[in-house]
T-cell receptor, first 116, second 111 residues
Framework: GAVVSQHPSWVICKSGTSVKIECRSL??????MFWYRQFPKQSLMLMAT?????????EQGVEKDKFLINHASLTLSTLTVTSAHPEDSSFYIC????????????FGEGSRLTVL | EDKVVQSPLSLVVHEGDTVTLNCSYE??????LLWYKQEKKAPTFLFML????IEKKSGRLSSILDKKELFSILNITATQTGDSAIYLC???????????FGKGTKLTVNP
């Protein structure tokens, strides 16, 4: 299947700093990528939909100024957690779609963010 | 409100048992239903179902969709400890082009 690479897989940072997470589709072009957040023992919560060359669409309750998403190319989307605080500590997962009509998504390995 | 409900939320079985995981949905503009397996990291894709009554199989796993009754089941036969994971059901919604996830079923297979 298609491969989605996410980096870094884990990161620890101090409160107040910004952290960037990359999501790359390695062997296909992804016009749409999705960013999810997962809390322990909970399902995936969609944060935003990232479309190449346009602004991301954020879900209700997700602060767009806090979670900056950039989808500069057909193979790369980035999520930047700005001025991170301990409550931002979570598991962030990206996914990319191989076809606009099927809904089949492939997920990155996820990034564990810990804010001290 | 669009929703996907999975049951049971958790399940503990012994190796060799057969399990059935359930997923019901109420989602506008249904396009397809997907099953994922999540172990320690991100979910891995299992099946995508778009048509009613057509069973999809992969080894010991199989799944089927009923679009009239709005549910799907995931069967795992002859379970192994490696099947222990959270199984997520998601519905792809046309129009918004989003996946609506259920809360998952945590399966534990004991030796």
């Amino acid at each position: 299947g298609a491969v989605v690479s996410q980096h870094p897989s884990w990161v620890i940072c101090k409160s107040g700093t910004s952290v960037k997470i990359e999501c790359r589709s390695l062997d296909f072009q992804a016009t749409t990528m999705f960013w999810y957040r997962q809390f322990p023992k909970q399902s995936l919560m969609l944060m935003a939909t990232s479309n190449e060359g346009s602004k991301a669409t954020y879900e209700q309750g997700v602060e767009k100024d806090k979670f900056l998403i950039n989808h500069a190319s057909l193979t790369l989307s980035t999520l930047t957690v700005t001025s991170a605080h301990p409550e931002d500590s979570s598991f962030y997962i990206c996914s990319a779609r191989t076809s606009a009509n099927t809904g089949e998504l492939f997920f990155g390995e996820g990034s564990r963010l810990t804010v001290l | 409100e669009d929703k996907v409900v999975q049951s049971p939320l958790s399940l503990v079985v012994h190796e060799g048992d057969t399990v059935t995981l359930n997923c019901s949905y109420e989602v506008t503009n249904f396009r397809s239903l997907l099953w994922y397996k999540q172990e320690k990291k991100a979910p891995t894709f299992l099946f995508m179902l778009t048509s009613s009554g057509i069973e999809k199989k992969s080894g010991r796993l199989s799944s089927i969709l009923d679009k009239k009754e709005l549910f799907s089941i995931l069967n795992i036969t002859a379970t192994q400890t490696g099947d222990s994971a959270i199984y997520l059901c998601a519905v792809f919604q046309g129009g918004s082009e989003k996946l609506v996830f259920g809360k998952g079923t945590k399966l534990t297979v004991n030796p």
